[in-house]
């Protein structure tokens, strides 16, 4: 199962494809139960975004994007074990999610208040040599903080569906019984992981893109197809 929650635009949100496969649920359920949410119409629009994906076979359709609020207000009313299960595990990985995103914040506002302090000791230098010196340190840092930023950040909705097409590409030309496919499909996502050392395809980072896009071009199977 994919990850319950991601961030995009500097928001942790879930969908309502991962709500249907989360508690067992067909997805057009879950769309219906979305538009027919008894909830105001400022609440709805904060907390949900239709949008179009495709999927492994190049067919688009929509999906709901869905804040915090907005899945505490759709599940409250789903039942059973497993789905109090999953609520809190969903509760559990959107404040993980907020948290290295409140991180990812910390980072770019040291970056904004290192280049602040220099234009204020540049202002106050008095001598060329004290100026150069004042941009090399601080240009040093702020190289620092910019790695450090890149290295958090992970693939869009757009690079996902990039290497998900990547990955429905090489499995669709490798092996042309429907039976077989999901096992391929399955084993390639399972060395994804393992190659860039992720939990899911959509926490490879941004700067791996390409990388994992030609491991996908070049991979084969580790068993023969039967």
Same mark, same amino acid.
């Given at each position: 199962? &994919? ?19 989360? +508690?067992?649920?067909? %997805? ?18 904060? &907390?949900?975004?239709?949008?179009? /994906? ?35 595990? +969903? ?11 409140? &991180?990812?914040? %910390? ?15 540049? $202002?106050?230098? $008095? ?8 941009? &090399? ?51 390639? %996502? ?5 190659? +860039?050392?992720?939990?899911? /395809? ?25």
């Amino acid at each position: 199962m &994919n990850q319950l929650v991601f961030i995009q635009n500097g928001s942790v949100l879930t969908d309502s494809l991962t709500v249907a496969a989360v +508690f067992e649920k067909q %997805h057009k359920d879950v769309m219906r139960d979305i538009r027919n949410l008894e909830c105001s119409e400022e609440f709805n629009r904060r &907390n949900f975004a239709l949008v179009d /994906y495709t999927d492994v076979r190049n067919r688009v359709y929509n999906k709901y994007l869905i804040k915090r609020d907005g899945l505490a207000f759709l599940v409250m009313g789903y039942t059973g074990k497993t789905a109090s299960e999953y609520k809190e595990k +969903f509760i559990l990985k959107f404040n993980e999610m907020e948290e290295q995103l409140r &991180n990812k914040v %910390h980072v770019l506002d040291e970056r904004t208040s290192l280049i602040q302090s220099m234009k204020l000791t540049i $202002e106050t230098a $008095e001598r060329q040599d004290q100026i150069q010196e004042v941009v &090399n340190t601080h240009s040093v840092k702020i190289s620092e903080l910019e790695t450090k930023v890149e290295e958090q950040i992970t693939l869009t909705s757009g690079e996902q569906r990039r290497l998900q097409k990547a990955v429905a590409i090489k499995i669709y030309a490798l092996e042309s019984d429907p039976a077989v496919r999901p096992r391929l499909f399955k084993e390639l %996502h399972r060395e994804i992981k393992d190659r +860039f050392g992720v939990s899911s /395809y959509k926490d490879v980072k941004q700067k791996e893109l390409q990388s994992a896009i030609r491991y996908v071009e070049n991979w084969v199977p580790r068993k023969a197809v039967i």
